[in-house]
């Protein structure tokens, strides 16, 4: 056909290198994940995810990873608006370190912030005076979330304020409105969306993460497991389903907070679009 | 004004005691607890057989992550930017899941494509064959993770940059390698720099889908972040904090290319 | 052989539920420079990307120099294109830019540098060569691109709004320029345009879209005087719309005698004379009666918006007569008027000039 002809070539060769290569390393192994599980039954994937302990996992992988994504929310606004609208010497380098978590392997985050937090380390003593205990708790788990969190709304935040027209906020200056007045009604609104979707990231990533956590969670059945390091224990049990069916709830989770922000935005969006 | 002032410095203060407490201290630590035995100890846990053995998987891995993708995401952004199909979304969505899977369900797939389950174990085993719990294996989930990386940074520069120059070309009767090699690439190098000091960082330290086809065994399949959980949990700090040490100065070199890169690439786009 | 060096046949075009072209057919002559002119939106850029062969007609046939070019890629149809934002290669200089296409083909490098060289000294950027085209401004920068599409010798030159990112001090010069250049050239040119006094200006033949179909083909000249259809008329030139043009003096019957009741027509401000008063107007008797709503000076003559019989007109006054003022009453006799009926545009000349000429 005439009308499938592309203007640019190159069409067919860059397909085919972008198909073969998805199709090995994801979509192959994907489809052997879900063959896998379809067989095991939905008596038994009931019985795993209904399993108390199992339950728990979710309970404190989900928390944990909400409050660690809303405590990177409140700071995450605060260091784009200090990056973007504030010179002080060290702001480069400031800006530079946000992305260390990005950098940072994991398990090094792991085992320095475990060491930092407990009981005799540097921070986890002042914890430990005040009567709380930091690490090998939820708070721990929080706390190494909130780490490898720290990059996602920053980063999604910074380019829009950045890019923000003035003329919004000289308007309403002039009318006299207060500075905090004005962040609250015209500057906070055009940050909202790139904020949910720094938000979303963190929360989905805190959800899935391991490596960070693993050591600091002190991984106590009821109390500080998380979901995927139960994956890890029942695949030491040699439990292939059991991981399985750990592991679809768990995407499932991921997806459902992703999808439900993104349909939130898509919704405001919509709001907006009509009213202008 | 006064109270402005106020304002400004106590959110200055509140960021950078959140960095200083939250990324800072961390680094910090690692320094303390890697060199608390002395220099000779540190040096010592670098140079031992397990932890060189670690350091040639890591970079093979990383390399070989790095190069794969690199190919796709450089494919797979071309693919989504130069041309309108049927599906470019549900693709362009597709590349973007790994993001959303946990590293430790991504290792699980391998697990349910090449372990004892697999249709595809017979014939492995009588080839022998061994991916799952051997090198192949961590390869191919550290490739797994890092997939989408340079493809996400590329797009955007590419859509931004549109079609024009490469139509211009085509127009002119340039062949396709000849349009990527001359027109795009010398307007993407930056971003795709850019994507490749990401999937290098990844690549190099992850942990949890590395750790669920490694099957931990010592000196054979450890990658540097396996082989310092193994010496952290056998209470081996100084040795896990030394090799940690590495793998942070690592960070600290990626994260100053990376300020680097975005610092070129702005000081191209405001002479433009 | 056609008698045509550019010929369209039947060309359909959509893009999704967007008719982009309906029915295209025309065809262009060697050594002519055309301007397809038309509203955004209207389809003229599609039209040219498929001659240029960026983009694929659903039906119909594109011919170059006599030969079906379908199936033809862009890079083998031998035309020059023009980008809108000139897609110059961002990283490459000027002379590198120009040189592009020559060292697609092969040349030998002493050839290219003459090559490249004589024709930025045509587009007077011969001391730009080692610039980069961010180093350049808006009109600089256009002619490298003109300069890069014309280095392998085309058959065909295509400019795609070709002014449009110009400041317009430096447009008016540039379409000059472009004007004499092609037509020394002598190449066969199409340039696209939304803007009537650029096509106006520089095409020797004009080609107006609307909606995906083409209107008018003809020189400048015959689709300003005679426009065959409403939308031309009302796109070229400056115009007035009328709904309903028999309610004014001479226009009451068509040239068949049929009554214009309910007839719309358009009148252009040079169809109108305005005259203060009845010594000062040449034809009293058809003119209409007038108030002035208000004047504009505008350097060599004066607009003058007047209020006649319900409908707001507008003509130009020369300065040497009397001035008008707002709430002035004035004498307007129309000329004439283009009349549409069924899409058709015909033109009525007021009656009352024949029946005057006939008394003289």
Same mark, same amino acid.
């Given at each position: 056909m005439a009308a499938s002809k592309k203007i640019i070539p190159g069409f067919r060769f860059s397909l085919g290198i972008t198909m073969f290569y998805l199709s090995l390393l994801f979509i192959i192994p994907m489809l052997a994940f879900i063959l896998y599980s379809s067989g095991m039954g939905m008596d038994k994937f009931i019985s795993v995810v209904t399993d108390e302990r199992i339950l728990h996992g979710y309970y404190v992988s989900f928390l944990c990873a909400f409050v660690a994504a809303a405590v990177n929310g409140f700071f995450g606004i605060i260091l784009s608006w200090v990056l973007v609208r504030y010179d002080f010497p060290g702001r480069k380098i400031l800006d530079g370190l946000i992305d260390l978590p990005f950098a940072l392997p994991t398990a090094v985050a792991g085992i320095a912030l475990t060491t930092l937090y407990a009981e005799t380390g540097w921070l986890g003593q002042i914890f430990h005076e005040l009567g709380i205990k930091s690490a090998f708790s939820p708070l721990g788990i929080t706390i190494a979330l909130i780490f490898v969190g720290i990059p996602f709304v920053t980063r999604n935040v910074q380019p829009v304020l950045r890019d923000l027209q003035p003329e919004a906020e000289e308007a309403a200056r002039l009318f006299g409105a207060s500075e905090f007045t004005i962040f609250k009604k015209v500057i906070f609104p055009e940050l909202l969306n790139p904020l949910l979707t720094g938000f979303a990231l963190a929360f989905a990533r805190g959800i899935g993460e391991y490596g960070s956590v693993v050591f600091i969670a002190g991984n106590t059945p009821f109390e500080t497991e998380i979901a995927p390091l139960l994956i890890m224990t029942k695949l030491e049990q040699f439990d292939y389903e059991g991981a399985a069916a750990v592991a679809i709830v768990m995407m499932l989770l991921s997806f459902m907070v992703l999808l439900t922000i993104n349909g939130y935005q898509r919704y405001r969006l919509k709001k907006e679009g009509i009213a202008v | 004004m006064k109270k402005d002032k106020l304002v400004r410095i106590s959110l200055i203060f509140l960021a950078v005691s959140f960095i200083f407490i939250m990324l800072v201290l961390p680094l910090l630590l690692v320094a303390k607890e890697a060199l608390a035995k002395g220099f000779a100890v540190y040096a010592n846990s670098l140079t031992e057989g397990i932890a060189v053995k670690a350091m040639i998987l890591t970079l093979e891995a990383t390399v070989a992550a790095v190069l794969f993708n690199t190919i796709f995401g450089v494919a797979s952004a071309w693919l989504l930017t130069k041309y309108d199909f049927k599906g470019k979304t549900f693709l362009a969505s597709i590349i973007d899941l790994p993001f959303a899977i946990s590293p430790v369900v991504a290792g699980l797939f391998f697990i349910m494509l090449f372990g004892r389950m697999s249709p595809l174990y017979p014939f492995l085993q009588a080839e022998h064959i061994k991916i799952v719990f051997a090198i192949p294996g961590i390869i191919l989930a550290t490739i797994f993770v890092t997939l989408p990386f340079i493809t996400r940074e590329l797009v955007p520069v590419m859509e931004a940059q549109g079609r024009d120059e490469e139509e211009a070309a085509a127009s002119m009767g340039a062949d396709g390698f000849t349009i990527f090699r001359k027109i795009t690439l010398p307007?993407?190098?930056?971003?795709?720099?850019?994507?490749?000091?990401?999937?290098?960082?990844?690549?190099?330290?992850?942990?949890?889908?590395?750790?669920v086809v490694s099957g931990h065994i010592r000196g054979k399949t450890n990658t540097l972040p396996l082989h310092i959980e193994i010496l952290y949990n056998e209470y081996n700090f100084t040795a896990a904090f030394a090799v940690a040490s590495v793998l942070v100065i690592f960070a600290i070199i990626i994260l100053i290319v990376r300020n680097y890169i975005e610092w070129r690439s702005k000081k191209k786009i405001s002479a433009v | 052989m056609s008698e045509f060096e550019v010929e369209l046949k039947n060309i359909n075009k959509s893009f999704g539920d967007f008719k982009a072209s309906r029915d295209i057919n025309f065809g262009i002559k060697k050594g002519r420079l055309v301007g397809l002119l038309g509203p955004s939106g209207s389809g003229k850029t599609t039209i040219l990307r498929m001659i240029a062969g960026l983009e694929n007609p659903d039906s119909g046939?594109?011919?170059? @120099?006599?030969? +079906? #070019?379908?199936?033809?890629?862009a890079g083998k149809r031998g035309? @020059?294109?023009?980008?809108?934002?000139?897609?110059?290669? +961002?990283?490459?200089? #000027?002379?590198?830019? #120009?040189?592009?296409?020559?060292?697609?083909?092969?040349?030998?490098?002493?050839?290219?540098?003459?090559?490249?060289?004589? *024709? *930025?000294? *045509?587009?007077?950027?011969?001391?730009?060569?080692? +610039?980069?085209?961010a180093e350049l401004s808006g009109g600089q920068r256009q002619r490298v691109a003109f300069a890069r599409a014309l280095a392998p010798e085309p058959k065909l030159l295509l400019l795609d709004e070709p002014f449009a990112a110009i400041d317009a001090k430096v447009r008016k010069e540039l379409r000059q320029w472009l004007k004499t250049t092609i037509n020394e050239l002598g190449i066969t040119s199409i340039f696209v345009t939304h803007d009537q006094d650029e096509a106006i200006e520089v095409a020797d033949d004009i080609i107006i879209t609307n909606k995906g179909r083409i209107e008018q083909v003809g020189t400048p000249a015959d689709i300003y005087r005679e426009p065959n259809t409403s939308f031309v008329a009302e796109f070229i030139g400056d115009s007035i719309r009328l709904d309903d043009i028999s309610k004014f003096k001479g226009f009451d019957i068509n040239e068949d005698n049929t009554s214009t009741e309910g007839i719309g027509g358009i009148i252009r401000p040079e169809f109108l004379e305005i005259a203060a008063d009845e010594s000062e107007a040449s034809m009293p008797l058809g003119s209409e009666e007038g108030k002035v709503i208000a004047t504009y000076f505008r350097g060599n003559n004066i607009q003058v918006d007047l209020e006649v019989k319900g409908e707001i007109l507008h003509g130009w006054r020369s300065l040497e007569k009397k001035p008008l003022k707002r709430g002035d009453k004035a004498l307007v006799f129309i000329h004439r008027i283009y009349s549409f009926k069924n899409n058709h545009t015909t033109i009525l000349e007021n009656r009352g000039k024949l029946k005057d000429s006939v008394i003289i």
């Open positions: - | 307007n993407i190098k930056w971003a795709l720099l850019y994507g490749v000091t990401l999937c290098t960082a990844r690549a190099m330290g992850e942990f949890g889908a590395v750790s | 046939d594109i011919f170059i @120099g006599g030969e +079906r #070019v379908n199936d033809v890629v035309i @020059g294109f023009v980008f809108q934002s000139y897609a110059l290669f +961002r990283h490459m200089t #000027v002379f590198d830019n #120009v040189a592009f296409g020559l060292t697609l083909l092969n040349k030998d490098k002493e050839f290219i540098n003459k090559k490249v060289n004589e *024709l *930025l000294e *045509l587009v007077g950027l011969a001391k730009f060569s080692h +610039r980069y085209p």
